[in-house]
């Protein structure tokens, strides 16, 4: 069975921190992802990585940076946190596919992060 | 136009019946198509994926894709209290990403 950790389940954090959070998988899957869900918006991509050390933005990487220095983990840095950074956030890690690959992604549990 | 539609529900179904759930994508190179369940305050779990036109089966569940009309739809039969959740459309776009909708939240009162 494929398993994704975070570090964290909740987390409540003040505005101007620096927050980590941190995603490990075991199934050697070259692909991680992190994404953050809020009511109405559904999942965004935050950022990705296809290999270590590399590193892509997605669709909302605006406050955000990452780190892959192992393949099995991926980490989320939030440089400076805002309460506009309040959410749910979800790692997820794949297999390397093609364009017509139907492997998934697997989802960590998720961090519910409150900043105050 | 969002580029994964979806009805954001919620659907409610009685006990027993079928439940239908759809969704529309705009990229019409889009090549993979895959249904998530997600219970309230867990992460998103997959339950099904279609690449070809037509239906794929599995158990209770049947996903139908038709690439012309631009649409995918997720069938749940024998609905059951244990299937309410809410359930993620996601498109393997030409831009070699997965684009997920918002969901729709399902109700299957007993």
């Known amino acids: 069975d494929v398993k994704v950790t975070q570090s964290s389940r909740y987390l409540v954090k003040r505005t101007g921190e620096k927050v980590f959070l941190e995603c490990v998988q075991d199934?050697?899957?070259?692909?991680m992802f992190w994404y953050r869900q809020d009511p109405g918006l559904g999942l965004r991509l935050i950022y990705f990585s296809y290999d270590v050390k590399m590193k892509e933005k997605g669709d909302i990487p605006e406050g955000y940076s990452v780190s892959r220095e192992k393949k099995e983990r991926f980490s989320l840095i939030l440089e400076s946190a805002s309460t506009n950074q309040t959410s749910m956030y979800l790692c997820?890690?794949?297999?390397?596919?093609?364009?017509?690959?139907?492997?998934?992604?697997?989802f960590g549990p998720g961090t519910r992060l409150t900043v105050l | 136009q969002k580029e994964v539609e979806q009805n954001s529900g919620p659907l409610s179904v009685p006990e027993g019946a079928i439940a239908s759930l759809n969704c529309t994508y705009s990229?019409?190179?889009?090549?993979?198509f895959f249904w998530y369940r997600q219970y309230s305050g867990k992460s998103p779990e997959l339950i099904m994926f279609?690449?070809?036109?037509g239906d794929k089966e599995d158990g209770r569940f049947t996903a139908q894709l038709n690439k012309a009309s631009q649409y995918v739809s997720l069938l749940i039969r024998d609905s059951q209290p244990s299937d309410s959740a809410t359930y993620l459309c996601?498109?393997?776009?030409?831009?070699?990403?997965?684009?997920f909708g918002s969901g729709t939240r399902l109700s299957i009162r007993p």
């Open positions: 990229d019409r190179g889009s090549q993979s």
């Open positions: 997820a890690s794949s297999p390397a596919g093609g364009a017509t690959s139907t492997d998934t992604q697997y």
């Open positions: 279609i690449y070809s036109n």
């Open positions: 199934m050697d899957h070259e692909n």
């Open positions: 996601a498109v393997y776009s030409s831009a070699s990403k997965i684009i």
